[in-house]
Every structure is written in structure tokens, then in C-alpha cells.
């Protein structure tokens, strides 16, 4: 895929760093667009945002303003002189916000979780020229998000950008959803070159962890954020409790720390280089420390096997756990972590034992 960066969609936007996407959830009223917008554009904002048809999980809620809405943030673009962005689920959506000339589509985080859905909007930008961002899916899916960006480009839409918004889990956090940070590090390798914007507003649910969230954005080197704002918040008539107002996205992008990719600096960089072949050193013990583990694994189900024993022994794993997690726990490993790497070594010596266990002949 060769994906085309957002600074090569064509979009007269504001010079300043970070690429900054704000408006409101939803588009309620003109007056409501347009003052948000307003304020906006003195803050730094390069695309105006707002949703005109609502995905919501229950019916009876706000489903959104529909087409009508359209103008008015259209005509917020022309005051602005900023280009302006919706949320689009369906080929009638397409074309409504192709009629209306908006500039940028996004695709929702419901939306990109059905693959019918995605290639029906694909479909229907077949021939157009428009820049497309695609919100990771709800659940925790690489390959459907991966899945949903390249429906677009063979579509023939190869302005792409994608928005990380959380994921939703079962377990209770903090977050709506949960960021899963390696979910679109992972995407980053996966596509070269695809840019990726994060969006605290929905990753957060609340104001008071927006800060957080975004500063972990532009320090794992993310390529924009998406902040919904709101003229007044408290009464916004869908996810008021992550908006902030426009005065209150000044704050908080002020309140960001905007580091550098790379220096000049010998001194930085000798000390880096220093670290770097500590880690490589580690890293290379690592492996070597679970070549020989799997090697006895390998030689302990041999011996099973000679003398007729079963493979898992349920009391013995029950002792591994529990004292490797206290171990853990003592060199300061975070609980998942030391969690998930036991099971992933367990699981491999299982295997090594099972291959053993199969083999015709010793
Ligand atoms: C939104 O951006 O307002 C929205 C509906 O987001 P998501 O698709 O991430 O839930
Ligand atoms: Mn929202």
C-alpha cells in the first residue's frame, strides 16, 4: 500500500504541529456549529469535525441532526477558511456529504467493525477523490481495521489516515476504551506510511483524562489528535462528559509537551547507543535462556513419554504460576505483564512436549 500522508491531501490547514482535529460530537444547531468552529480556528485547529448522523447504542437517543446538518458545518469551513470532516456509515451518507462538498469523510468505530458496511462506503467512493479516516474498529481487532483500510484503497482512495479511539473490553478500566497502545503501534509496522491520529475524547469518556492520553499520543509519536469540543459541554446532547469547550482545548493543548523526534546532540546519541547495545545484549540472554528452557521441556516430555506419564500435571503448573508471579511481583514486573509472559512460555513448553509425545520414534 502506498498510502498518502496528510500533508499531501491537498487541505489548506494550519501550519502549527500537532494535526489537530476538533469540533463537536454532534452537530446540534448552526448556531451551535458555527460558534464552536469559530473559536476554534484561533486555537491552532486543522480540520473541523462534527457528527451529522450518530451511531448510538441504545434507539430513543440523539441519533444526530441527519443531512441538514450538513451546511452548517460547511458553511463553519468557509468562515474558517478551515476544511471540515463527518462521520460517514452508508453509501447515502457518502453522497449526501459529497453533494454538501465536505472535504474529509471519517469512518466510525461501528462502522469499521462490519466489512458489508466498510465495502459499501468503498463502493460508493469508487472514482472520488477524498481523503478517508478510518476509526479503529470496536473490539480489539487488528485484522478488521487493517481489513477496513485496504477496502478503501482498492477502492481507489489512497488519501488514508486512520483514528485510534479505544477499544472496548469486559474487564472495568478507567477509560470508555481502553487504548491497547500496541493495537495501532502494530498497525504502524503492519502499513508503512499510514499516519495515524489518536482520539482521547473517546478513548477517555471524561475531561479529566484527556491530558494523559493525549501527551501518550504525541509521545509515542502519533500524527494528530481528534478532541471533541462543545460551545457548552454540559448540555451537549451526546457525550458531554468527554467534551471541553473550545477555551478548554486551548488549555489543554498549551498544557502539551511537543518533543522532539531526534537531536543533533553527539552526547545524546552516544549515550543512547550505549543503552541500546545493553538492550540488545539482554535481549539476545533472553533468547538464549528460552532456547535452553525449551530444549529441557523437549527432554522432560521424552521422559514422559518412556515411561508412559501425561503431559500436564496440573499441581506442578499451579507451583509454577504461583511462585513465578511472586517473583515477579519482587523485580517489580507489572501483574499482566509477568501474567501473560508465564502463559506464553507455558503454552510453548506444552507444545515441545506434545511434538515429543507424537513422535514415532525417540
Ligand atoms: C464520534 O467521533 O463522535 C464517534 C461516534 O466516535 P466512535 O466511532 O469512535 O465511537
Ligand atoms: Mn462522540
Not at 12 to 36: M, Y
Not at 106 to 118: E, K, L, S
Not at 169 to 191: A, D, F, G, M
Not at 209 to 216: D, N, P, R, S, W
Request: proline share 5%; hydrophobic share 40%.
Amino acid at each position: 500500500m502506498n498510502v498518502l500522508r496528510i500533508k499531501s491531501w491537498g487541505l489548506t490547514i494550519n501550519k502549527e504541529e500537532p494535526f489537530l482535529v476538533s469540533g463537536p460530537c454532534s452537530a446540534e444547531t448552526r448556531t451551535q456549529v458555527l460558534d464552536s468552529c469559530r473559536h476554534l480556528a484561533k486555537y491552532g485547529v486543522s480540520l473541523l469535525r462534527a457528527g451529522i448522523w450518530k451511531p448510538r447504542t441504545r434507539p430513543n437517543s440523539f441519533e444526530g441532526v441527519g443531512a441538514k446538518g450538513l451546511p452548517w458545518i460547511k458553511e463553519a469551513g468557509e468562515i474558517t477558511g478551515l476544511p471540515v470532516t463527518v462521520e460517514v456509515a452508508k453509501a447515502s451518507h457518502v453522497e449526501a456529504a459529497l453533494n454538501a462538498n465536505i472535504d474529509v469523510l471519517w469512518i466510525g468505530a461501528r462502522t469499521t467493525v462490519n466489512p458489508f458496511a466498510v465495502q459499501e462506503i468503498a463502493d460508493s467512493l469508487r472514482g472520488v477523490d477524498i481523503p478517508v479516516m478510518i476509526k479503529n474498529p470496536v473490539s480489539p481487532d487488528l485484522e478488521l481495521w487493517i481489513g477496513a483500510i485496504e477496502r478503501l484503497y482498492l477502492a481507489g482512495i489512497h488519501k488514508l489516515a486512520a483514528i485510534h479511539r479505544g477499544f472496548s473490553v469486559s474487564k472495568s478500566t478507567p477509560y470508555r476504551n481502553q487504548p491497547k497502545w500496541e493495537i495501532p503501534i502494530e498497525l504502524r509496522r503492519r502499513i508503512f506510511g499510514l499516519e495515524v491520529i489518536c482520539d482521547p475524547s473517546h478513548i477517555c469518556g471524561k475531561r479529566s483524562l484527556l491530558q494523559g492520553v493525549a501527551q501518550k499520543a504525541l509521545d509515542l509519536n502519533f500524527d494528530g489528535l481528534m478532541l471533541e469540543t462543545h460551545i457548552n459541554p454540559d448540555k451537549a446532547l451526546s457525550d458531554a462528559l468527554q467534551q471541553v469547550t473550545p477555551e478548554g482545548l486551548n488549555v489543554l493543548m498549551d498544557s502539551l509537551v511537543i518533543r522532539e523526534m531526534t537531536t543533533d546532540d553527539p552526547e545524546y546519541w552516544n549515550k543512547l547507543e550505549e543503552l541500546r547495545q545493553v538492550i540488545d545484549q539482554l535481549d539476545a540472554e533472553i533468547i538464549e535462556l528460552l532456547r535452553n528452557r525449551m530444549e529441557v521441556a523437549s527432554e522432560i516430555g521424552r521422559y514422559k513419554k518412556i515411561n508412559n506419564i501425561k503431559i500436564l500435571d496440573m499441581e506442578r503448573w499451579r507451583h509454577i504460576f504461583a511462585t513465578r508471579m511472586s517473583m515477579s511481583k519482587e523485580a517489580n514486573l507489572s501483574e499482566d505483564f509477568a501474567n501473560g509472559l508465564l502463559q506464553a512460555i507455558h503454552k510453548e513448553s506444552i507444545k515441545k512436549q506434545t511434538e515429543v509425545m507424537n513422535l514415532k520414534d525417540l
